[in-house]
């Protein structure tokens, strides 16, 4: 069965510092990754997704994801975050073909202190 | 577009009253998710549609639950009767089929569900 793991619940960090959220998944085909974002009581916003090809994603915001199929991790990064990026970061992983059955990671929760 | 809309943003109910959600996909897709989202569980996929049919249901909780689609760009989560077990955020997403396989999965904003 799928699964997604993100050992850090919640990640404090200093505005400007560099960020790595970690994430790892077990799934037994190639999968689709997604990291998403949401705000306080909004929706999940996609930040980016990786499908296949360079392993190095770009997403929006400043924010990339590296895809290492050996070590089954999917970890987000950032150069120098924003006060703006509090928010909670949620992991997930679907199937390759057809319907996407995501299935996401607790989420982390990301604090800024200025 | 306006993306996935949902209704209402909050709800509050009490214990035994029947329950619904709703949600307007974005235009175009063919796809629609159901979610809850709880402190305990996190992010849970209730049950999803293809083209209207619901083809997926293993995540609904119980018989208490039921969901619809009558046409492309509606669909309903009902609770009948409510628990105050289902306090939750649901959430609607939408989506498109692609060669190949399927579009990102776009959220609505969700509904915040209360039962006392």
């Known amino acids: 069965a799928q699964s997604v793991t993100q050992p850090d619940i919640h990640i404090t960090v200093s505005e400007g510092a560099s960020l790595e959220l970690r994430c790892n998944y077990s799934y037994g085909a190639t999968p689709y990754l997604f990291w998403y974002v949401q705000s306080p009581g909004q929706g999940l916003q996609l930040l980016l997704k990786y499908f296949s090809g360079d392993t190095l994603v770009q997403g929006i915001k400043g924010f990339e994801a590296e895809f290492k199929r050996s070590q089954s991790s999917f970890n987000l990064r950032k150069p120098s975050v924003h006060w703006s990026d509090a928010a909670e970061y949620f992991c997930?992983?679907?199937?390759?073909?057809?319907?996407?059955?995501?299935?996401f990671g607790q989420g982390t929760r990301l604090t800024i202190n200025p | 577009d306006a993306g996935v809309i949902q209704s209402p943003r909050h709800e509050v109910t009490e214990m035994g009253q029947e329950v619904t959600l709703r949600c307007k996909p974005i235009s175009g897709h063919d796809y629609l998710f159901w979610y809850r989202q709880t402190m305990m569980r996190g992010l849970e996929l209730l049950i999803y549609?293809?083209?209207?049919?619901?083809?997926?249901d293993s995540g609904m909780p119980e018989d208490r639950f039921s969901a619809k689609m009558p046409n492309a760009s509606f669909s309903t989560l009902k609770i009948q009767p409510s628990e105050p077990r289902d306090s939750a955020v649901y959430f609607c997403?939408?989506?498109?089929?692609?060669?190949?396989?399927?579009?990102?999965?776009?959220f609505g904003p969700g509904t915040r569900l209360t039962v006392l």
């Open positions: 997403a939408s989506s498109r089929t692609l060669t190949g396989g399927t579009d990102t999965q776009y």
């Open positions: 997930a992983v679907g199937q390759l073909q057809g319907a996407q059955k995501l299935v």
């Open positions: 549609f293809n083209n209207n049919v619901p083809i997926d």
